[in-house]
């Protein structure tokens, strides 16, 4: 399956997940839920996963956790905000850049509409 692929199952299931469960829940909450409903799409979803830092040839594992990570290609950063500033999408970039991968999505379930909650962020080029 590719990151695209992947990309279209998890907006139409964001989507769905927000107009059952409406805007303002913890990320947790959204997080759990929307883990198990990948999962029954059958795709293989990672929760918290470590994102190492490796610098001068050395691994540093107290970098930073990925909300979701989703058949070791796509990356989800979940936030529940009023509205996403700037630096949400740069820890989304910082992210794909340190584990190499290519696609991933800030979901904020915080705003109104879904569709206007989803970033798609992209590092490099998608083939």
């Known amino acids: 399956m590719t990151e695209n692929e992947i990309g279209k199952i998890v ?31 059958g795709l293989r979803v990672q929760r918290q996963v470590g994102v ?20 070791g290609k796509v990356i989800l950063e979940l936030k529940s905000v009023e509205k996403l500033n700037p630096v949400h999408k740069k820890q989304l970039l910082t992210y794909l850049k340190l584990t190499n991968m290519k696609l991933g999505f800030v979901l904020n379930f915080g705003e109104e509409l879904m569709k206007t909650g989803i970033s798609r962020i992209i590092n490099g080029y998608l083939d």
Not at 14 to 36: K, N, T
Not at 52 to 71: H, T, Y
């Open 11 to 41: 907006v139409d299931t964001a989507i769905h997940l927000h107009q059952e469960l409406g805007p303002g829940l913890l990320e947790s909450v959204y997080e759990a839920v929307l883990s198990r409903l990948l999962e029954r799409r």
């Open 52 to 71: 190492p830092i490796v610098f001068g040839g050395e691994r540093f594992d107290e970098g930073f956790r990925a909300d979701i990570i989703i058949e």
